[in-house]
Each structure stands twice: as C-alpha cells, then as structure tokens.
C-alpha cells in the first residue's frame, strides 16, 4: 500500500522576505502540484521550494494539495499555549515605565506574544531583560534588520564580561523567541552555537545551618516559608503556588500542582512544620494562597529571597544562600540518610533518576565508607 504523501509547511525568510517553505518527500505528482504553484522558488540554503508568505498563497496550497497530500502545518501554526496551567499574566508593569531617555522598552508585540504563550512569570521577568539588553546594544537599528553576525558579537560580549553559560543560553531563547516566535522567522539563526551547560555541583548546607536559618527568620510566616523549602523540597514558584487547601495533614503531604514540567506530585509534610503551619493560619487566616501579600494575592519571590538571605546572614551564614539551596540540603540529607534515590526522585518530581543521581556527588555517606589512606 502507498504511503500517504505529505507536505511540511515551513516559516523562512528570504532575502528579508517572508516565505513559505515546501518540504517533501521525492512524489512526482506532489512536485508537479509545487511547480504550478505562483512564485515558487528553489532554496539551496534550505533544500527546499518557497513561494511568498500571504494569506491568499495559503489557502491555494490547502486547496491544491487536497485529497493528494496531508499538509502539515505543525510547524507553520505556533501558537500552542505553553503551559495553560498557568495563571494569565498582567504585564502592565512592564507597558506603564516611564520612558527612559537612550532605552529601548520591550516591544508591544513582544509582550503580547509572552501572554498568548503563557510563560511563567519567571520566564518573561527573564525573557524581556535578556531582550532588552539586547535590542539596547543595538540602540540605533532596528532588530529586524540585525542578522546572525550580530547576535554572535552580542553573545560573544556576554562571554567577555564573564557572564554563565546559563545567561548567556538564556539570551539566546530570549533573541530567538522574537524572530522565531514573534516574528514567524524559525530558519533566521538555526546555527547559532550555545555555549556547553555547565556542571557544577549543588550548593548545599548543613543540617546544623539549615535549622539555624529557620529559627533566625523574623516570624511565623518567614519561619513557615523556610520550613517548608527545606522539609518539603519545593521550588520557589511551587511553594509560592501553593493553595491552603495543599497541606494535606491527615496524609502529612504536601500537594504541588502543575509543578515544573506542567506534573502533579506529592511530597513529605514535616510534623514539625505542620505545628509552625497551624500557628501561622491562625495568625494570618490566608484565603487562596498558603502564603499571601498585604492584598490577598500571591506572595512575591523577591520577598521569598529577602527572608532566606536575611535568616542565613543573621545565623552567621556569609555565604550566598537561596531558596534553591534549601532544597539542594534536602534532596542531599534525605540521600545520605540512606533514602532511595527512586524514592527522592519523586519527591523532587524529577523526570530521570540521572538528575537527582548529582546528589550523590555532594553526599557524605558515600565518602565516609572510604578507608582513611594514612590509617
């Protein structure tokens, strides 16, 4: 039986045009349908036939290839939501700046497009600074105009000023998500080179340090929000997402919705936790959100980073420390404790036992078994 013959629509630009582009498996009959297509044209950079990007050249290649081949426009058609689990965005905070003289503002359209899509908030609180250092670079022109040379001097300046490979990745998505995804342009900088990520090991603290940390924070409700991204390994955005009615104390767990990854998990409730917990609700009554600002609505992650490093600097910790470390001590105390690694690796809500396997690098339990070499 013949296989069904497809064509795979693709975004290209052109000679600073935008076309579309034709992919297809070698059928006679599908290439003599191309040829009689208006305009087309041959790409050698792209190996495939493109004729111009408007609505009416559109509908004509649905309705030539109709009833002969499948026409695929996975590619084409961008504008699957990300994770609509997430709550819509309100990005006026970025639209009601007052204009700065010798600064460009993320474009309107930038903007709208992170809202369609759905990003976290953390995701485009990133995306639009990343851009915006970006487009500033290159204040006087216009970033349509900019080309794959340009973004490699912008990104080869990052490097210069000792920025991470993980920013520098970050500026990459943030510049590709306005030419590819903004601007329909996913062939515009298909060669750019990432940098490697890098592989450093989790920072983590002690047992002794993480309970001088909960019991330095200024009340209930800090205690409570240290307690919780240590005992429970939760994200900041999870802890921050949390609902009152997640705190499941008959089963003692914590219930994390649509956590990284868009899953669901459960993890371990401290009973000790549970108590600070009882005390804090009695004290704050919050409606909605486990932990809430001064006007009922979610609690803020700068305030969470406030809390742990004011607590770790007032338990004589000098070091830099975040929630994330809170969270690293956990996955690394439960590890040398002799849990599981299967069994942290839920808790973590890790899709692959490879990611939480780089807690055994940090772990004591495993260096204490080797034989002292000058015994």
């Given at each position: 039986m013949e296989l069904q013959k497809s064509v795979t629509l693709k975004h290209l630009l052109i000679n600073q045009n935008k076309c579309i582009g034709l992919q297809f498996s070698t059928s006679r009959v599908v290439q003599a349908l191309v040829d009689g297509l208006p305009h087309v044209s041959w790409s050698q950079e792209f190996a495939?036939?493109?004729?111009p990007n408007n609505k009416s050249?559109?509908?004509?290649?649905?309705k030539t290839f109709h009833g002969i081949a499948w026409v695929n426009g996975n590619y084409f058609f961008?504008?699957?939501v990300i994770n609509e689990a997430n709550p819509i965005l309100?990005?006026?905070?970025y639209r009601n700046r007052k204009p700065k003289t010798g600064?460009?503002?993320?474009?309107?359209?930038?903007?709208?497009?992170?809202?369609l899509k759905r990003y976290s908030d953390n995701t485009v609180r990133?995306?639009?600074?990343c851009f915006e250092s970006f487009i500033n670079y290159y204040y006087n022109q216009d970033p349509i105009s900019l080309n794959e040379i340009d973004v490699r001097n912008y990104l080869q300046k990052l490097?210069?000023?000792?920025k991470s490979n993980s920013y520098v990745n970050l500026a990459v998505n943030s510049i590709k998500f306005f030419y590819e995804i903004v601007h329909g342009m996913p062939n515009r900088?298909?060669?750019?080179?990432?940098?490697r990520k890098e592989k450093q090991l989790p920072e983590v603290l002690s047992k002794e340090e993480i309970i001088k940390i909960i019991n330095n924070t200024n009340n209930i409700k800090h205690k409570c929000i240290a307690g919780l991204l240590y005992s429970s390994g939760l994200r900041r955005g999870e802890l921050l997402n949390l609902k009152v009615t997640d705190i499941d104390s008959k089963r003692m767990v914590v219930i994390i919705k649509n956590a990284k990854g868009n899953k669901d998990r459960i993890s371990v409730l401290s009973p000790s936790i549970l108590k600070d917990l009882q005390t804090y609700y009695k004290e704050y009554r919050p409606e909605k959100y486990l932990f809430e600002g001064q006007k009922g609505d979610k609690y803020s992650v700068t305030s969470v980073l406030n809390i742990i490093s004011v607590a770790a600097k007032k338990a004589g910790i000098f070091k830099k420390v975040t929630p994330h470390i809170l969270r690293h001590s956990f996955a690394t105390h439960l590890l040398e404790s002799g849990t599981d690694i299967r069994h942290i690796q839920l808790l973590l809500g890790h899709s692959s036992t490879k990611t939480t396997e780089i807690y055994t690098h940090v772990a004591n339990r495993s260096f204490m078994e080797i034989k002292d070499l000058l015994s």
């Open positions: 495939m036939f493109y004729i050249n559109l509908e004509l290649i649905f961008r504008e699957k309100n990005l006026e905070r600064f460009k503002p993320c474009p309107e359209e930038y903007l709208l497009k992170l809202e990133n995306y639009v600074a490097i210069q000023e000792g900088f298909y060669s750019i080179e990432r940098p």
